[in-house]
């Protein structure tokens, strides 16, 4: 579980490999305004070769109305709520925390059935020995995990050839009317 903090942001950005398909779970939250802290959703196209330097400018950078015109979309999670979505193509973000604090838990996992586990199979547990391994430098696959992420941002193009290949569309239709802003 992270518990974000006061002023707390989480810059505009994709995942590293090993969080190919991600799941954010909203715990519990206090703001200012008594509204859900949102998090912001790119995912017009696939953003694997996106790079972490220019996500910021072509996305959390513009103002509100240009974020939308753009294809960004503003989710309000209630404590409970769950967002599925993969975290290596697309691009999210949260502006500054107004409040005291949002609490969440954060799932990622690699399609086992997919190419970039297949080439990769050293992204099982983010590189370590199972899921209830510490990260040090000591870790199973620290290295080769370290080097495909490293390679992610500087050869962009190789991960987007890996990655889960569509784009799911969040549909209005379906969401709960309190998640979609």
């Known amino acids: 579980m992270r518990k974000y903090l006061r002023h707390s942001v989480l810059y505009a950005h994709r995942d590293r490999p090993s ?53 960004c979309k503003k989710l309000l999670m209630e404590p409970g709520d769950v967002l599925i979505y993969q975290g290596i193509n697309v691009l999210h ?32 547990w983010d590189g370590r020995e199972s899921a209830y391994s510490d990260y040090d430098i000591n870790f199973k696959n620290y290295k080769l995990v370290q080097d495909l992420n490293i390679r992610s941002e500087d050869d962009s193009s190789w991960l987007k050839s890996k990655a889960c290949r569509g784009i799911t569309p969040i549909d209005l239709d379906v969401c709960p009317k309190h998640i979609i802003e």
């Open 19 to 71: 969080c190919e398909i991600s799941a954010t779970i909203c715990i519990d939250q206090k703001t200012d305004n008594k509204k859900p802290w949102p998090i912001w959703l790119k995912n017009d196209k696939n953003y694997a070769d996106q790079s972490y330097a220019g996500a910021y400018d072509i996305s959390q950078r513009l103002e509100d109305i240009d974020r939308k015109s753009s294809g």
């Open 93 to 124: 973000w949260r502006d500054q925390l107004e409040g005291d604090f949002s609490k969440n838990v954060f799932i990622h996992y690699v399609n086992k059935n997919g190419p970039l586990y297949k080439e990769h199979p050293e992204l099982e």
